[in-house]
């Protein structure tokens, strides 16, 4: 699906604006007066009111060029921003998506060219599809939209904004494909190869394998890999588009291609969702995707840890030891607390290298975080409170949401370990996501950071928006490059 824009509509189906109580946006308006009334009299027959995020599909009257025309709610003109723009027009892009109508002419009545790009953003976002391992899907099921063209008062204006915007989708349909992914095709070796592919964008790329991170002392990282016969590996991703000198800004991401559990074996109802483990990692492939694609001025460094959690004649044991890049020693208490432990070494790694200005991980590490927050806000935990308020921020502005829990020094004591520096669990079943934020910040340095656990986020099989497909959300581009561009951009 391709997104154009246009000053005047020239598709087989109009989408148009009304708010709240039924009333017309200015485009809506004109097809009213067109049509005799057509429009009002359709509502009137409905359960259509204009809420945010409601849509009615009606024919299209005589006098209208289109066939279809479908009305989409922003409920109250004074809250309609960039976050209810974007879903309404995904539900009407979703509305038409299998149809047969082929292109969307989408009317914008607001003259930001923001509020423009984020009605693609959510068109796009609709209209995602993983459909490359289907060999038998009928012509009658494929989508028929091809086009949606935005209708927008100022569309230059609007095609300019979208160029940042169109690679912030491009990250988002990234990062998804990545989860979406089968484990058996997007292996660590694969993966690396195909974050590879993003030199042409401009990134500088870098594939540390098991020797190279045996040299550098991850015996953390190691541990997790060596059940599995796929050779782990660290990719370092590169963006350099700040100031010469000024210090990157730093995102690492888990990437367990799979999680069987290890020795400490997953049950198996559900164990598929685990080629998902590496949900972090692709919303930091795919930050890094549009941040280059959009030129972002600032230094920006992606540091993914690419690992399969296997078990095997050679897995870890709980029980284990292992010493970590820092030095630091680990108790292996369960081997499928191993998100942190893969962590702690792309962590140490990432503070040693580059002396970041922050530090900001993502990791679908806790089921706990699923209990806390469901699936509706990922959960943040930091040592600085500058930071945090700033994500939260970013959340807001790009309806992915965060949610901050504590951490300190009462939840530190959690992980201490018997025989070893620290174990890998914390105290039973209580504060589980707490006990992977104090686990990580160990391996931080004391640099600022944040952690943000995705479990629940970056997975979500049955969401009622009508931006995210089933599954892989492509959670974390939005809010982290909202988050870059609102704060570390001059
Ligand atoms: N990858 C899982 C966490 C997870 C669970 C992600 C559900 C998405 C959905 C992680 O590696 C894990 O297994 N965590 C354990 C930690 C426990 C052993 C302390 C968990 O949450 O049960
Ligand atoms: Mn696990
Ligand atoms: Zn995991």
């Given at each position: 699906m391709q997104i154009k824009f246009s000053s005047k509509p020239s598709g087989d189906a109009l989408a148009v604006a009304v708010y709240e109580k039924a009333s017309l946006s200015p485009s809506a308006k004109a097809l009213e007066e067109a049509s005799g009334g057509s429009l009002t009299r359709a509502i009137k027959a409905s359960r259509f009111t204009g809420d945010a995020g409601q849509v009615l599909?009606?024919?299209a009257p005589a006098d209208v060029k289109a066939a279809r025309i479908v009305l989409f709610g922003l409920g109250s003109k004074k809250t309609a921003n960039g976050n209810v723009y974007e879903k309404a027009v995904a539900a009407a892009a979703k509305q038409l998506l299998l149809g047969g109508?082929?292109?969307?002419?989408v009317h914008i009545d607001a003259e930001d060219g923001e509020l423009a790009s984020r009605a693609a953003l959510g068109a796009t976002m609709a209209a995602y599809r993983f459909d490359q391992y289907?060999?038998?899907?009928?012509?009658?099921?494929?989508?028929?939209?091809?086009?949606?063209?935005?209708v927008a008062v100022d569309d230059k204006a609007a095609k300019k904004a979208w160029k940042s915007w169109?690679?912030?989708a491009e990250g988002v349909k990234l990062a998804r494909d990545l989860v979406m992914e089968p484990p058996n095709i997007l292996h660590p070796e694969e993966y690396a190869k195909r974050i590879s592919k993003l030199e042409k964008e401009g990134l500088e790329v870098e594939i540390l394998g098991e020797s190279q991170m045996k040299k550098l002392g991850m015996g953390s990282l190691l541990g997790v890999s060596q059940g599995s016969v796929r050779e782990a590996q660290l990719v370092i991703m590169r963006w350099n588009g700040g100031k010469e000198g000024d210090k990157p800004l730093a995102f690492v991401g888990k990437g367990l291609t799979f999680d069987t559990g290890g020795i400490s074996l997953k049950p198996g109802a559900g164990m598929e969702e685990m080629k998902g483990d590496m949900g972090g990692s692709a919303a930091v492939v795919g930050l890094m995707r549009a941040l280059a694609g959009r030129k972002a001025k600032a230094n920006v460094v992606g540091v993914v840890a690419l690992v399969e959690n296997m078990p095997d004649g050679n897995a870890q044991r709980p029980g284990d030891v292992v010493t970590?890049?820092?030095g630091q020693t680990i108790e292996i208490l369960n081997t499928d607390a191993e998100g942190r432990l893969v962590l702690a070494d792309a962590l140490w790694y990432t503070q040693e290298k580059f002396d970041p200005a922050f530090i900001i991980d993502l990791a679908t590490l806790t089921g706990a975080v699923l209990v806390a927050l469901g699936?509706?806000?990922?959960?943040?935990?930091?040592?600085d409170d500058k930071l945090a308020d700033r994500l939260y921020a970013a959340g807001k502005a790009s309806d992915e949401g965060v949610w901050r829990l504590p951490i300190g020094p009462e939840y530190?004591?959690?992980i201490d370990s018997d025989i070893a520096d620290m174990k890998n669990l914390g105290q039973g079943r209580n504060a589980g996501s707490i006990a992977g934020a104090v686990f990580l910040q160990r391996f931080v340095n004391g640099k600022p950071w944040v952690h943000m656990d995705i479990a629940g986020t970056a997975m979500y099989a049955g969401s009622k928006d009508p931006r995210l497909p089933a599954f892989g959300t492509g959670y974390g581009v939005r809010v982290l490059d909202r988050f870059v561009r609102d704060f570390y951009e001059s």
């Open positions: 599909e009606i024919a109508t082929q292109v969307l002419s289907r060999t038998k899907l009928k012509a009658d099921k494929k989508p028929s939209l091809t086009t949606v063209e935005i169109e690679s912030v970590s890049m820092s699936h509706e806000h990922a959960a943040i935990f930091s040592n530190d004591r959690h």
